[in-house]
């Protein structure tokens, strides 16, 4: 069953003489976090609801705050953001929309159909206070 659920989760990219390359959902996931994260102004990732009740269970799947779908060897991804006070949000969104697309096909070589962002929060940033 667990093998079931990993050929659902995973899409070809590359079939060569070799043999075939798949790669997995949560892998995506992974590089659009990482991508995001990298962005000034991103103060965190934000993990959904179902995410954060599937995670007091035990269960543990995808990156917080990203979810990714793939069809057709086409991604769309959703990503909700805290976004640092100080920061303009379109342009942080913007930017995170960018690298986002960019890491993923760069990365991966699927073409990137879509990048969501929701801002969930503002932060604070309370390093510098006396």
Do not use: C, W
């Amino acid at each position: 069953m667990a093998k079931e659920a990993a050929k659902e989760n995973s899409h070809i990219i590359d079939s060569g003489k070799v043999g075939v390359v798949k790669i997995a959902d949560d892998v995506v996931a992974v590089i659009a976090a990482l991508a995001a994260r990298e962005v000034d102004g991103v103060s965190t990732m934000v993990p959904g609801i179902g995410k954060t009740i599937m995670g007091y269970v035990g269960v543990k799947k995808g990156e917080d705050g990203v979810r990714i779908d793939i069809r057709d060897g086409v991604v769309r991804a959703a990503l909700s953001i805290n976004v640092q006070y100080g920061f303009p949000i379109p342009e942080v969104s913007r930017k995170v929309q960018e690298k986002v697309k960019s890491s993923i096909e760069t990365m991966t070589g699927l073409p990137v159909a879509g990048v969501n962002i929701r801002v969930e929060n503002i932060s604070l940033d309370t390093s510098g206070a006396s």
